[in-house]
Every structure is written in structure tokens, then in C-alpha cells.
């Protein structure tokens, strides 16, 4: 445009233009090769049609430029949100497949802040700085190669101060870090304060510890939001530092480069090295962009290993590489001096115990006696510390952990029902299930009745956990999924313990159907569903004090008989 407009800037037609790539005046030369093809496009073209072709050129040039951008952006979305999907999906994953003593050990919120939060600063911190660390490394370091040529003492001297401000960035972004490490576990913390808040809303209510839980949550969300205030205000300086740390720079190459102009053996000229300030100013805002992205990745690095605590805990309950199948129970369930300890506490103590197919079996014992866990290590949900639990003679961690647990029916004291249909709670696990079957099921669960009373029927949503049943509706939909599942071994873990006489007389009816022809071990606090079992095992710290029938244990007037007389097997 300078040409166009300028006249006296044009060079003089049919000059023999050859251009001393090699020279010292390269960037001169380069300038005067514009000129010149301008000057002949004008002579050639005139001035008109030459603004026209040079407007033409800046179009195209930028819409070329925004388009590359936006296909890289496009094609970095896909791998942007694959990545965080795939993070997501192993998480999830990794959280199924989990031992429950994980869970013990862990607050419910501040999984689900891991899972949630944390996987989002990954994407917002980590994924959204792939473009800018694609992209402004390649840009800075052909700028740098451009000033190498133009003069190389100059550049070597610019690439000595570097380490001096990466060092200077690196100690804000360390800080950086650990600030975000503390703000995800506030966030967790507080997530866990709100699922915890939820989940005993009633009992909240009920104590009226209404203003006593808002108060213990502003106190918590206070640190939370003094933290994340110290948190952007260290992300924050990544900009005005790195931009005060290059123009610092370009101060120290002005003084340096000024004195090899002024001194008499020069080997740059003023010229050149105004042009060579003026393209060491454009690694200024690729600079502040990669420092920002570094700062970014700091506050996501903190995410990145509050997920991998996830991803990389220990999978305690593992089966083996040639692990048997198991599609049968064929013969007996062994228990062969198994003990089991809970990080240092002794829970069972050497429990010996056979429980023959067909057998009912009714264990009790008062609170703590290590009922739960003595069932808990049948389907692996736990492995015994010490001896082995053997189904059909071969130990059970010698099978598949699918078919083992396929064996097995599991109708606890809490029902775990999901926000469904009726209709998929009664079929989890299950595929290609007919409605006959489910119908079926409900009705050997005495279930159909109420099923049937509802809305939509079978396909009528429950609610989170179940809320809109009652607790003996609850618990005989928990019932027909076992029925639905027609397992050979069956375990009731206090199944009617927080019901209601009527809705307990339900239910036994229900469970009473479901034993018949199985193998059935029950825990029990009432005397009326254990009295008829054909073996009853007597737990007393962790240890069999008593086995045998109800009669005979009676009888003996130990520990059975003050159970008995409690009325209480809890």
C-alpha cells in the first residue's frame, strides 16, 4: 500500500532485481523484493487494479488464516472431548469394579467431586490449553530462528535471560498448584457436606439442626472461597508477569543491541535492528499465552491427581488370569478357618463352617459380632485375610467373580433401588427379560398387587432410592429381583428388620417362597424368621460360640437362650 500511495517509494522499471540472500541486509533486501514486485504490478496493472489485487490478498490471507484456526479447533474439539470422555467412562468404570472397603475409607461427596468437578477443571484447565500449546511453541520458535539469521550474537544473548523467567514463572506456577490441590479438596469436602445434608434432610429437620448445619456449611464454604480468591489471584498474574518479564527483555536487548550499533565495529545496522525489536515484540503474546496455558495446566494438575487416586487405586478383590467358570452349585459351602481383618481390627476370628446344599441357615449375634462380614465374604466383596471359603470343594477365588456372584441372591436390610421404572429395578442385571417373567417374579414377591396400584404400572418411575414407595414395598421389589435372578444360594442380611408387623408378615410370606429348594443364609433379629432354620449359628465377637438348632440351643441356656429372651438378635 506504501507503493500505491507513495510514488517515490516505487523502484525504476526494468532495474535488474537480484536479491543477496546471503547478505548481512537480508531483511533490506527483502523489503526491496516487495517494492520492486509491487512497482511492476503497478506499471503492468495500474494503480487501481494493483490496490484491487492487494485487497484481494488481505482477504484471502486472512480468511485462510481463520480458517486453518478453525479447523484446528475443530478437529481439537473431537480430541478434547474424547479425552475427557474416555476420563470419565474409566472413572465410572473403576468405580464399579472397586472393593467396598475403598468406599468405607472414602466420603461419598468427595467422590462424586472427583468424578465431577475435578474431571471438569481438567477439561477447562488442561484441554483447553492443547491449542495454545500446539500452536504458539511452533510460532515462537520460528520467530527465533527468523532473529537467528537476522543476528545471532543478539539471539544467543535473548536465549540466556530465558531460563531467568522460566525460572520466575515455574516458582508462581508451583504455588499455583498447591493452592488448587487445596481448593478441589475443599470442593470435595463440601460436596460431602451437601450429599451427607440430603440424604438426612428428616433427621435434620426432626432435631431442628437446621441452623447449626447452615452454619457448619458457610464456615466451610468461607475457606473454600478464600482459597479460590488466593487461586485466581496467582492464575491471574500469569499474564501481567510474563508480559513485564518480556518487556524487561526487550529493554535488556535494546541496551544491548544499542551498544553494538553505537560502537564503531558494528555488525547490524539501525535499520535492521529496528526490524529485528519489532519482531522480537511479536513473541511477546505468544509468550504470555504459553505461560498462561502453563499456569492453566498447574491449576488442572491438581484435578489430574486427585483422578488418579481413583484410576490407581488398588484392586484388592482380582481374578485370575485362568480363573474357572462356575454356572452350578452342585454340592456344599465351606468356611475353612477363615479369618478377616479390617485394616488392624480382627473382625472373624477362625471360622470353620459347612452349609450343605438345600440347608437353611440363620446366623445371629448382637451388634458388631461380624455377621455382615461373614456373608460379605461369600460373593467376594471382601477376600478373608486368613484360611479360604470353599463352594463345591474349590476355593471360591479360584472362579470367576460373574459366576460366583451369579450363584447368588443378596436382599439386604437396605434396599438399594434405583430412579427407574419398576419394571428395570426388577430386572437389573438381567437381559432379555420378559414382562411375563417380571410379572411373575413381583407376584412370588407378593408385589404385584401394589405394582399394579400405581400409575404407570410396571413402568411407573419410583424416585431417587425408591422414595416414593413405602419401606415393605421397598423391600419386596428388592425381593422380586431376587426371585426374577432364580439364584441357587440365598442371602437375607436382616431383610425385615426395619419394617412395620404388617408389612413384615409381607415380606416373610415373600421370603418364605424364595427359600423354598435353595440354599438360604439368613441374618435375623426376630426369632420368627430363624427358628425353623436347619443349622443356627451363634457369632460372638468375631467367633462360632454356639451352632446347632433352636431347640437344642434353647436348651443349653448360653449365649442363644439371652438372645432369645432379649428378643433381639441385632
Known amino acids: 500500500l506504501q507503493i500505491i500511495f507513495d510514488r517515490t517509494k516505487r523502484l525504476v522499471p526494468g532495474v535488474d532485481f537480484n536479491p543477496d540472500w546471503h547478505s548481512i541486509d537480508d531483511i533490506d533486501s527483502l523489503k526491496q523484493f516487495f517494492y520492486g514486485s509491487t512497482s511492476q504490478m503497478i506499471e503492468i496493472q495500474g494503480e487501481i487494479r494493483a490496490l484491487f489485487y ?4 488481505i482477504v484471502v490471507l486472512y480468511f485462510l488464516k481463520n480458517l486453518f484456526r478453525y479447523l484446528a479447533m475443530f478437529f481439537l474439539a473431537t480430541v478434547r472431548n474424547g479425552v475427557v470422555k474416555d476420563l470419565r467412562n474409566g472413572l465410572y468404570y ?23 468437578g475435578d474431571v471438569q477443571e481438567v477439561e477447562w484447565s488442561i484441554m483447553s490449553s492443547l491449542e ?23 539471539t544467543g544473548f535473548v536465549l540466556v535471560l530465558l531460563p531467568i523467567s522460566s525460572f520466575l514463572i515455574a516458582q508462581v506456577g508451583k504455588s499455583l498448584k498447591r493452592t488448587s490441590q487445596k481448593s478441589q479438596k475443599k470442593m470435595g469436602y463440601l460436596m460431602s457436606l451437601i450429599e451427607e445434608t440430603l440424604s438426612g434432610i428428616r433427621i435434620i429437620k426432626a432435631f431442628n439442626a437446621i441452623d447449626e448445619s447452615n452454619e457448619h456449611f458457610e464456615k466451610e464454604n468461607r475457606a473454600y472461597t478464600r482459597t479460590m480468591t488466593r487461586l485466581y489471584r496467582k492464575r491471574d498474574l500469569a499474564s501481567p508477569l510474563s508480559e513485564f518479564l518480556g518487556i524487561v527483555v526487550v529493554v535488556v536487548v535494546l541496551l544491548f543491541g544499542g551498544r553494538l550499533i553505537l560502537s564503531q565495529n558494528s555488525s547490524i545496522t539501525a535499520e535492521v535492528f529496528l526490524v529485528y525489536i519489532g519482531i522480537f515484540t511479536q513473541l511477546i503474546p505468544p509468550a504470555k ?42 454340592q456344599r459351602i465351606e468356611y475353612r478357618n477363615v479369618s478377616f481383618r479390617y485394616e488392624k481390627e480382627l473382625v472373624l476370628s477362625h471360622i470353620n463352617l459347612i452349609i450343605e446344599k438345600g440347608q437353611s441357615v440363620a446366623i445371629v449375634g448382637q451388634s458388631g459380632s461380624g455377621k455382615s462380614t461373614l456373608v460379605d465374604l461369600l460373593p467376594r466383596f471382601y477376600d478373608c485375610t486368613e484360611g479360604c471359603i470353599l463352594l463345591d470343594n474349590i476355593d471360591i477365588r479360584n472362579y470367576r467373580i460373574d459366576d460366583l456372584r451369579g450363584l447368588m441372591g443378596i436382599v439386604s436390610q437396605e434396599t438399594i433401588l434405583f430412579n427407574d421404572t419398576v419394571f428395570n429395578n426388577i ?32 413402568h411407573t418411575l419410583i424416585g431417587d432410592r425408591g422414595t416414593k414407595l413405602s419401606g415393605g414395598q421397598r423391600q419386596r421389589l428388592s425381593i422380586a429381583r431376587a426371585v426374577l435372578k432364580n439364584p441357587p444360594i440365598l442371602i437375607l442380611d436382616e431383610a425385615t428388620s426395619a419394617l412395620d408387623t404388617e408389612s413384615e408378615r409381607l415380606v416373610q410370606q415373600a421370603l418364605d417362597k424364595l427359600m423354598e429348594n435353595r440354599t438360604s443364609i439368613v441374618i435375623a433379629h426376630r426369632l420368627s424368621t430363624i427358628r425353623y432354620a436347619d443349622m443356627i449359628i451363634v457369632l460372638h465377637q468375631g467367633e462360632i460360640v454356639e451352632k446347632g438348632k433352636h431347640e437344642s440351643l434353647y436348651a443349653q441356656g448360653n449365649f442363644y437362650r439371652k438372645l432369645c429372651d432379649m428378643q433381639s438378635f441385632q
Open 427 to 458: 430386572a437389573l442385571g438381567m437381559k432379555n427379560v420378559s414382562q411375563d417373567e417380571v410379572e411373575k417374579a413381583a407376584k412370588i414377591a407378593n408385589a404385584h398387587e401394589f405394582i399394579m396400584q400405581l400409575p404407570e404400572g410396571y
Open 289 to 330: 499465552s504459553i505461560v498462561q496455558a502453563f499456569y492453566n495446566i498447574q491449576k488442572g494438575a491438581a484435578s489430574v491427581e486427585r483422578i488418579n487416586q481413583i484410576l490407581n487405586a488398588e484392586e484388592v478383590i482380582v481374578e485370575k488370569p485362568d480363573a474357572l467358570p462356575k454356572k452350578s452349585f452342585e
Open 94 to 116: 473403576k468405580a464399579l469394579i472397586l472393593p467396598l472397603s475403598f468406599y468405607t475409607q472414602q466420603r461419598k461427596g468427595d467422590l462424586m467431586a472427583r468424578m465431577g
Open 54 to 57: 492487494i485487497s484481494i490478498l
Open 132 to 154: 495454545m500449546m500446539f500452536r504458539d511453541p511452533i510460532t515462537i520458535i520460528t520467530y527465533l530462528i527468523t532473529l537467528f539469521f537476522i543476528q545471532p550474537i543478539l
